[in-house]
């Protein structure tokens, strides 16, 4: 597609229950980030893979946030027993090159997933 | 957590007006950006400068950094009532391959 596409635009989840959100990144992109982003506030990072190599996940909260990439392609975040503080939009973002906005290439972002958990 | 603060953090305006944002940031950058997020959507990138940069135009936005002071701001000139979003700078330091973003600032142009 044109852009980066997430699914599902929104979720609603029982505390408790796992969830898994997708994001396709723009075809040949070799960047890809997670983002979470709370109501009222900026994005905060969550991992970032270059390929299908995970090289920093020092923004996942806890142990239940897992995230994949496993052909450099699409990627899936999981989040395990959910709680009710998990509940924000999470944000997948793609850049060309592997540097992404450190080279100032510019990172594309999809709509989001917006996670409830009641 | 944050590494920049937006001022103000709500900005309202008439259309026409030009509104000026301001972002302060805690660390040494490579480079500083603006983006744009509609309500309910992804976020759009504006425009970057440089830590060698001091000044930037893209259009009816203009961006100025100021190293010194860690701070930039966003100047939207002329502004409509489809500038209406939230702002929010997004700095990258050192070896990190992410943006650290700040807390946006929501502007409101009425028409």
């Known amino acids: 597609g044109a852009g980066v596409s997430q699914s599902p635009r929104y979720k609603v989840a029982k505390r408790g229950q796992d969830v898994a959100l997708r994001c396709d990144p723009i075809s040949g992109h070799v960047s890809l980030f997670w983002y979470q982003q709370a109501l009222g506030q900026g994005p905060e990072f969550l991992t970032y893979f270059q390929n299908e190599a995970q090289l920093d996940k020092s923004g996942l909260p806890s142990d239940r946030f897992f995230a994949e990439r496993p052909e450099g392609s699409v990627s899936t975040l999981k989040i395990q027993r959910t709680q009710q503080e998990d509940s924000a939009v999470y944000l997948c973002a793609s850049s060309l090159l592997a540097l992404g906005p450190l080279s100032g290439n510019t990172i594309y972002f999809g709509e989001g997933s917006w996670l409830t958990v009641v | ?111």
């Open chain 2, 1 to 111: 957590s944050q590494q920049g603060e937006e001022d103000p953090q709500a900005l309202s305006i008439q259309e026409g007006e030009n509104a000026t944002m301001n972002c302060s940031y805690k660390t040494s950058i490579n480079n500083l950006q603006w983006y744009r997020q509609n309500s309910g959507r992804g976020l759009v990138h504006l425009i970057l400068i440089r830590s060698n940069e001091r000044e930037k135009h893209s259009g009816r936005l203009r961006v100025t950094l100021d190293t010194s002071k860690k701070s930039s701001s966003l100047l939207i000139t002329a502004s409509r009532a489809a500038d209406t979003a939230s702002y929010f700078c997004a700095t990258t330091s050192g070896s990190a391959r992410q943006l650290t973003f700040g807390s946006g600032t929501q502007l409101t142009v009425l028409p």
